[in-house]
Each structure stands twice: as C-alpha cells, then as structure tokens.
C-alpha cells in the first residue's frame, strides 16, 4: 500500500467521467431511527451519503466523522463522476475494515430517502469496498481507463506498477479482475456503463450475498457435506449427513439472544429449492439454540433428495404461528452440484 501510495502521488493519477473542480465529496450522515425505509436498518445502523468527486482528503474526512459519532454500523451511499484513484481506494479500504454495505444512489429531496445514482470511475474502487454491494434500480455504474496529469504519464514501467496494484486491490476486494481488462479498453475519456449481468457477472455487486463455501469432512466415522454463506441478513448453513441409508439435513442460522420464544413457536419447518418451500418432516432433533445459533436435524424425503440434485440452491425456513418467518437463508450451490450428486450417490449406497 506504502509503494501504491508514492506511486499515485508521483504519477497524480485521477480516474473521473469529467474534469476535476474545486468541489470536495459532500457528506451526509443521518443516524439510525431516522428512517424506517432503509431494509429493516432502523435503529441499528447510520446512513451514509456521499456525493460529488472525490476529493484529496475526503477519506479522511470520513473517518473522522465516524470516529467523531462512534458509527459502528452503516451503509453508504455513493453518487459520484470519480475524482482521485487513490483517495477512491482510501475509501474502499476504509469501509472494508468498517464492515459496510455500499449501495449506488443519491439522497432524495426530504433528506433521508434514496434514488438511483451513479458511480463512475474512482467512484467505483471506493463502491467494491463493501461487504455487501448494492445498486438501486435504475442506478449506473461505469468505469474508464486510469490518466496521469504529470509527466510521469509516459513512463510504461510506472503505469504497469500502477495497474499491477489496482489488480491487486480489485482481487482484495473479491471481484473478478476482468473489471480491470473491462477499464482498459475504454479511452481516458470514454465510460462503459456496466449492464446488469456485467455487474453480477464480475462480483462488482453481490445483492448482499457473499460467496458460498462447500467442504466435506469426517467426524467420528461420519462423513459431512456443508455448506455455508455469509449474507446481509446474517450467516446460514447446512449440513447434510448419511445414516442407515438416510439423508439427514441440519439447519443452522444465527439467531438473537431471545430466539428461546421464537423456537417454541415455531409451527412449520421447510427446505427450500430456490424459492420454493418444501415442508420438513418431524425433526428427529428438535430445534434448539446455543450459543447464539439455531439449529434442528431432519430426514429428507426421496422427492426431496431428488430435487437438491437439480437446484441451484438450498436453504430453511421456519414460520412462526403469527405467519411470520423466524428463520429463513439459502446457500447457493454454484459449481459443487456434482460434488452435492456424488455426496447422495453414497448415501444411497
């Protein structure tokens, strides 16, 4: 980061879908309550604006603002031509280690409501640092080849330093590098405005899902097939097992405090293929929480065994006798099908 940073100032790179003014990144911070339009985030998270270039310092100006009111938790929005590259990355970094969500838009006329935005250029190096990254409907997001302003431009061993460490960032931030290749063939001047699937395709917005991560392991003779996935709303997992021919499938999400009551009120378990909720058997285990987790063990119906060959994803669901949800996550399953197939063809055996 040191060598990036020496880098950029020697080169004064700048990456904007137009030209750089005297206009510094205006700053909005509403605190939690304010709204209850914000996904459920009353009461526990800030909301952030952030509008206009990006600016020398605007990092920093962040970071004291968060210091100053002791933000914990937030999400940030962003709306903004570009500015500097690297003050873009400061940002990025700053709202990883945070642990934010950003999201694509602008703050609405009364203040503390959104609409679709746009983020272009060193907007969107500070735009991947979320953990969680969102577009309002209607947003853009656009990205153009890096420019230097100094002499400095000319020399190609610098700028392939330069774009050594930007790939290098991107992979942190776990995006597909082709955004890089994405940027490199448009002119300094040129934005490309990413399509929907470009988005999703390169993991430049994640709709609040993080990868998921499968694993098989023993234990005490058994063998296990789980699978995991962080999202917005919490981490869930799955866990299935072979016993007497049988698939068992467990359950566990993380669940408050409180959740006793919740569980005792649970009147109807499912597993879901996708968006479709199948009901569960009896659980032979009942469900219980320690440890702040929530899980219940089940024997899964051949129709159901069959049905987790072909899904694209798998997950639970528990409704509550108020028709409410306690508890509902899925795991997608990506490229471990055959590795899913292969698991139920023993089980079987």
Known sequence: MCCLVLLLHLLDIRLAGAAINDNSLSMEFIPPGTSSRFDGATGRSWTIFLDGQIDEGAAERVLDELARNEIASARVYLNSPGGLLLEGMKLGRLIRQRGFSTYVGRQRENGIDAIAGSCNSACVFAFIGGVYRFALPRSRIGVHRFSSLSPADADPDLVQMVSAAIVKYIQEMGVDVDLFDRMSRRGKEQILILSEKDLQQLRVVNAGRQPAEWSI????????LSGAQHTSSGLGSISLSCKGGKV??????DVDD??????????????KFGNWLDPLAEAIEPMRVEDGHASALFVLGQEQIGRLRVSASVGYAAQLRDLTNFANFSVDIGGNAEKIGEFLQNCER
């Open 248 to 253: 068992l499938f467990r359950p566990t999400v």
């Open 258 to 271: 409180d959740a006793e009551a919740a569980v005792d009120s649970v009147v109807r378990h499912s597993i």
């Open 217 to 224: 392991q023993a234990l005490d003779g058994t063998l296990y």
